[in-house]
């Protein structure tokens, strides 16, 4: 089976994907605290009107990201 690499920040509305690994280190330890860790569906919620923020639904909770924090988030996608 073959995975593409994407970030949140490239969803669409509804879409899914897990949680691989992080770009920015320093971004990726705040976003460990809120339950963004690796193995863990993320689906995108909404885009705002402007394009940021964006809201996600990860580990139980929804969850609200700048653009340029969403796009820190590298998922694995596809059919699994």
């Known amino acids: 089976m073959k995975f593409s690499e994407k970030t949140v920040a490239d969803l669409n509305i ?3 994907g897990i949680i691989n690994n992080f ?3 320093a971004m990726s330890l705040k976003l460990l605290e809120m339950g963004c860790l690796p193995g863990t569906e993320v689906t995108l919620d909404f885009i705002a009107p402007l394009g940021c923020p964006v809201g996600i639904r990860v580990a139980g909770y929804h ?3 700048r653009k340029r924090e969403a796009a820190t988030i ?3 996608t596809g059919q699994v």
């Open 74 to 76: 590298v998922l694995q």
């Open 23 to 25: 770009k920015d280190p």
């Open 14 to 16: 509804g879409e899914k």
């Open 63 to 65: 969850l609200s990201l």
